[in-house]
C-alpha cells in the first residue's frame, strides 16, 4: 500500500512539469489534514513549489543546472489565474491596463492584475 504523499507524487509526475496544482486535487488519497501535512513535505524536499495557499506547482528542470529557479519558471500570474478559473469553472477575461498590456496597446505594466468573471 502506497503512501498518501507517494500517490500525490505519482499523479504530479503522471501530469507533467510544469503544471499548477490544487490541494483539492488530491481528496480521494485521504483526509484533508493529511494531504496538507503530505504536500508540506514534498515542498520541504523540493520537489514542489508552494505558489499560494493550496496552490502548488511542479518545477521545470534542466538536466545540468536542475531546478530552475528563475523567474522564466515560475508561473505567470495569468496561468494562475486561469488555473483558477478553470478548478472553479469559471470564464475570466482581464480588464483594466492588463487588458490593454496584452494587447499590445499600452506599455505601461500594470502593478495589480483585474479579471472579471
Do not use: W
Request: net charge positive; glycine share 6%; aromatic share 8%.
Amino acid at each position: 500500500m502506497q503512501s498518501i504523499e507517494n500517490k500525490i507524487e505519482s499523479k504530479v509526475k503522471k501530469c507533467g512539469r510544469g503544471k499548477i496544482f490544487f490541494a483539492e486535487d488530491f481528496t480521494t488519497f485521504g483526509t484533508s489534514e493529511s494531504i496538507k501535512k503530505a504536500l508540506q513535505r514534498l515542498v520541504k524536499s523540493g520537489f514542489i513549489n508552494r505558489v499560494a495557499h493550496g496552490i502548488y506547482y511542479y518545477p521545470k528542470k534542466d538536466v545540468t543546472i536542475g531546478s530552475l529557479v528563475i523567474s522564466d519558471d515560475t508561473p505567470s500570474v495569468d496561468a494562475i489565474a486561469r488555473a483558477i478559473a478553470k478548478r472553479d469553472k469559471a470564464r475570466i477575461v482581464p480588464v483594466g491596463d492588463y487588458a490593454l498590456n496584452l494587447l499590445g496597446l499600452s506599455t505601461q505594466v500594470p502593478m495589480n492584475v483585474v479579471y472579471i468573471t
